[in-house]
């Protein structure tokens, strides 16, 4: 379920096209020239931070969860602003 609405939500983002050409296959393989998809990489809610250090975005009940919790404290977290 959570990859058919992340599916959902790239299909949005992404021109019909591009979409339409990507496989299963290459969503697992970071490309550097694919979108940055604007939310949290834990649970898929929109994102509200980024952290410099993990270089991901997280909402902000991710964030807490993250750097507190998981005693990353010393990490360099700030606003995301979608481009």
Do not use: F
Not at 39 to 60: E, I, M, S, T
Not at 65 to 70: A, F, R
Request: hydrophobic share 30%; charged share 35%.
């Amino acid at each position: 379920m959570d990859e058919v609405a992340l599916e959902e939500k790239s299909a949005n983002l992404l021109p019909k096209q591009a979409a339409a050409s990507q496989s299963l296959e290459s969503t697992d393989e970071k490309d550097s020239s694919s979108p940055e998809l604007p939310w949290c990489v834990l649970c898929n809610k929109d994102a509200q931070y980024r952290c410099l250090d993990c270089d991901d975005l997280y909402c902000a009940e991710c964030n807490i969860e993250v750097h507190k919790t998981w005693g990353d404290t010393d990490h360099r977290v700030i606003e995301y602003k979608q481009k």
